[in-house]
């Protein structure tokens, strides 16, 4: 049986001195790196705020153009949001990959 501490994720796990090594280590290596699992729901999440952004100032500006009764609202929200959706994809697009 080994006492494990750790005060920190990037930090090395402190053992008994008498301990032989664990399996501890592998079980890092797959957290630092990430499961398949976990990686496919970071980029849905991308997807569907990306998805959001594009949309929902569209949305808001054709409700407000019903509201005060304007007709500009609608297409400048649409092409806002457009726009905004074009540079979060840039700057995904230009993340370092590991």
Known sequence: MSILI?????EECRRLP??????????RRRHQ???????AMVWASRIIAIGVAMFL????GGWADDRFGLR???????????????????QIA????D
């Not at 750790?6 to 990037?10: E, L, R």
């Not at 008498?18 to 079980?27: A, D, I, N, S």
């Not at 790196?33 to 990686?39: K, L, Q």
């Not at 100032?57 to 808001?60: K, W």
């Open 6 to 10: 750790v005060m920190d994720p990037n």
């Open 18 to 27: 008498h301990e032989p090594p664990t399996t501890v280590h592998k079980h």
């Open 33 to 39: 790196r990430g499961s398949h699992v976990g990686e």
């Open 72 to 90: 500009v609202l609608g297409p400048a929200g649409f092409l806002l949001g457009f726009a905004a959706s074009l540079y979060w994809l840039s």
């Open 57 to 60: 100032p569209g949305v808001i």
């Open 94 to 97: 230009a993340e370092p990959k």
